[in-house]
């Protein structure tokens, strides 16, 4: 089985300071990791992912997310945060190989940029 | 280029009644899901097509819930006898294939008076 944890439900952080959104996993075999943003009334916006390779990904708006098999890790960061970042952020994963093909998510974290 | 798209955007119904929720995945994307996204449980996967193969029915929370979707493209999620935990935001999703990127529709808001 695969699962994720995102342990924080909120993070709030000052406009212009860096931000971090933790996300660690469970998983049998290699993974693949998504991260994926929701504005209020809106479907799921991708952002990033990591399928192999150099561990360190950079995707939309700025954002990046380094891969740690070791502590089996996936945190969303960005160096300088804007208000509109302000929304839900979910961490997904699924593996490489087998028949679940599915993403498995994270709770989500809610994140508020505060002018 | 145009995106997945899903109608109804909004749909309210009555207790018992059936329902039925359609996703136009991006052109020339071989695989689909669904997603039902409530507040108590998240974002839960319910079923998933690829091609011609038979589809991955392992999400569905029960013999109420069934999909198709034709000439792998348009796929269509019914809710028989509808119930008021059925009441969410059901998502779908499209992909290239293997290991590719998901993307979204904006989702259909069912609540179930």
């Known amino acids: 089985a695969q699962s994720v944890a995102q342990p924080e439900d909120q993070v709030n952080v000052a406009e212009g300071n860096p931000l971090t959104v933790k996300c660690t996993y469970s998983?049998?075999?290699?993974?693949?990791l998504f991260w994926y943003v929701q504005y209020p009334n809106r479907g799921l916006q991708f952002l990033l992912k990591?399928?192999?390779?150099?561990?360190l990904v950079k995707g939309s708006y700025g954002f990046e997310a380094e891969f740690n098999k070791s502590q089996t890790s996936f945190h969303l960061k960005k160096p300088s945060a804007l208000v509109s970042d302000s929304a839900l952020y979910f961490c997904a994963v699924r593996v490489h190989s087998g028949s679940a093909r599915q993403l498995t998510f994270g709770s989500g974290t809610q994140l508020t940029v505060l002018p | 280029g145009a995106g997945v798209s899903q109608s109804p955007s909004n749909k309210v119904t009555e207790k018992g009644k059936d329902v039925e929720l359609r996703c136009d995945p991006i052109s020339g994307h071989t695989a689909l899901y669904w997603y039902r996204q409530s507040l108590g449980q998240g974002l839960e996967f319910l079923i998933y097509?690829?091609?011609?193969?038979?589809?991955?029915k392992s999400g569905l929370p029960s013999d109420r819930f069934s999909a198709e979707r034709t000439g792998g493209s348009v796929s269509t999620l019914t809710i028989q006898r509808t119930q008021q935990e059925d009441s969410a935001v059901y998502l779908c999703a499209s992909t290239t294939g293997e290991g590719e990127t998901q993307y979204f529709g904006p989702g259909t808001r069912l609540l179930v008076l």
């Open positions: 990591y399928i192999t390779g150099d561990n």
């Open positions: 097509f690829q091609g011609n193969s038979a589809p991955d």
């Open positions: 998983v049998s075999g290699n993974p693949y």
